[in-house]
């Protein structure tokens, strides 16, 4: 059975920093490429980076700079550096695993709140 457990979200304060974590289990995680999404109230789910199995990342142009996906294929796990957070970037973060067969799945989300 597939599973992706997202931790690390929160409340910040703009400018501030947060590291979203995503442990994945029952893929073959180094195999599989790896994303976040977001999606805020009201709007469609929208992708903010991802990584490849060769570690190429592509990113949203509303968070190159700010942001950075990384993997550690040793721990299955993703991760998401958010460093000067803003207002519009509160939202549910969602884990997202593609694997070879083009099998799409899914974490449950962690919720981001960036606000005075």
């Known amino acids: 059975q597939v599973q992706l457990v997202e931790s690390g979200g929160g409340l910040v304060q703009p400018g501030g920093s947060l590291r979203l974590s995503c442990a994945a289990s029952?893929?073959?995680?180094?195999?599989?490429?790896m994303a976040w999404y977001r999606q805020a109230p009201g709007k469609q789910r929208d992708l903010v980076a991802r990584?490849?199995?060769?570690?190429?990342?592509t990113y949203s142009d509303s968070v190159k700079g700010r942001f950075t996906i990384t993997r550690d294929n040793a721990k299955s796990t993703v991760y998401l550096q958010m460093n000067n957070l803003e207002p519009a970037d509160t939202a549910d973060y969602y884990c997202?695993?593609?694997?070879?067969?083009?099998?799409?799945?899914w974490g449950k989300g962690t919720l981001v709140t960036v606000s005075p």
């Open positions: 997202n695993a593609v694997t070879m067969n083009g099998a799409d799945y």
């Open positions: 029952g893929i073959y995680f180094r195999f599989t490429t």
């Open positions: 990584i490849h199995t060769s570690g190429i990342t």
